[in-house]
């Protein structure tokens, strides 16, 4: 019996069609991957346990050279841990199931907050970071607190991934009429021309940011849009390839439509 | 106040973080109680006071972590006792539910390491 291979032209765009609508009808699927990655956790919590107890030596001394090999093995873990946490955020704002738990939240406090959780990779990279206020007073905004810490850490630490060492972070927080505005400036390796209109996708990744981190999900930026989106703002950027990317979104004033 | 006479009760249906977590405990000299469901939990309950529970919420079975903190809520002996809830999630549902059933603290188990949830047992404890 003979095989006939059929082909058909398959644009670009065709492909993210039916990539979105897999992601948006296959709930059967979606279920299957959240329950599998859900799964995963209860194992994954045991490796971590396990080697921390190993780490700090509870059975038993360990060497410098098994120290290192174990760090390793803990930091792949916690890796694991982000990609399945990654996965279930994901798989929440596809199916629109994202609650937000909005309070009002100084966004200046929040965003020191997490600069100072990511400060030792910013100073091992020697990049002067910044962060400023805009003019005026910032009035508390109503927002998901861990939601938007998720966003500024997503950006922040992608800006410090594609940004050379000794290169420049500026995060600004500004009040604007209608919401609070922050943009996150790097002076980075930015993203190519042709990579610009798919960066929000899910599990894309720009062509040249293999080079410096490749073992980045795609899914960081697909988040942070959801959540933004979530709160009635509104995400966007603007780049140069070779000089840097500004990440600015807007999380507006008001009261968030609860699902 | 030292550790020795405290008695935790670890209700958790994965024998490996039990046995490990179980372990550490052993050390630090408490009393431990383990249970790998909630129906066991609840047969040792008919015959000790933990002065502690830490709760898997998701347990094989009828009974599971929200079930038996109603129970010990419910109960005069350890209705003031501090119960610590383990979740695999940090669902906000959850949390809420857990904290409106009266759990002491909401823990997500894969962002923690044995040493904090000893501190944390003592913290709540007071030792």
């Not at chain 1, 694991?80 to 009002?104: C, F, R, V, W």
């Not at chain 1, 703002?233 to 000089?243: A, L, T």
């Amino acid at each position: 019996m003979s095989r006939r291979l059929s082909f058909r032209l398959i644009s670009k765009k065709d492909l993210a069609q039916e990539e979105d609508d897999f992601w948006s009808e296959n709930s059967e699927q979606k279920n299957f991957i959240s329950m599998a990655t859900h799964q995963l956790r209860t194992p994954l919590a045991g490796i971590k346990w396990t080697l921390s107890m190993l780490l700090n030596e509870e059975v038993g001394p360990i060497t410098k050279d098994q120290k290192k090999w174990l760090e390793q093995a803990f930091h792949s873990n916690e890796k694991l841990i982000h990609l399945t946490n990654e996965i279930l955020s994901a798989l929440k704002i596809d199916g629109g199931g994202m609650q937000i738990y909005p309070a009002p939240t100084d966004i200046l406090m929040l965003v020191r907050e997490v600069v100072e959780i990511i400060r030792p990779s910013i100073e091992k990279k020697g990049i002067r970071f910044k962060l400023e206020k805009g003019k005026g007073e910032i009035r508390p905004a109503t927002i998901d607190r861990d939601r938007i810490v998720t966003v500024f850490q997503n950006l922040i630490e992608n800006a410090i991934k594609y940004t050379p060492d000794g290169g420049e972070i500026k995060v600004t927080v500004t009040q604007e009429k209608d919401g609070i505005k922050c943009a996150v400036k790097d002076s980075g390796i930015g993203i190519p021309q042709a990579d610009k209109l798919n960066i929000f996708r899910r599990f894309f990744r720009a062509h040249n940011a293999f080079n410096y981190d490749q073992q980045g999900t795609g899914l960081g930026l697909f988040i942070s849009k959801g959540i933004i989106e979530r709160h009635g703002g509104k995400i966007w950027f603007d780049s140069v390839e070779g000089r840097g990317t500004n990440f600015y979104f807007i999380l507006p004033s008001g009261d968030i439509i609860q699902n | 106040m030292n550790t020795e006479q405290k008695k935790v009760m670890w209700v958790e249906d994965d024998e490996f973080l039990s046995g490990l977590i179980s372990q550490r405990l052993t050390k630090e000299q408490f009393e431990i109680f383990t249970a790998n469901n909630g129906e066991d939990a609840l047969t040792i309950l008919k015959e000790h006071t933990p002065d502690i529970f830490l709760l898997d919420l998701m347990l094989p079975g009828e009974v599971d972590g929200f079930k038996l903190l109603e129970t010990i809520r419910a109960n005069e002996k350890t209705k003031d006792k501090p119960v610590l809830l383990f979740s695999n999630l940090a669902s906000k549902e959850d949390m809420d539910k857990g904290y409106g059933l009266g759990a002491t603290k909401f823990l997500i188990k894969s962002s923690m390491v044995p040493d904090e949830i000893i501190a944390e047992i003592k913290s709540a404890l007071g030792v």
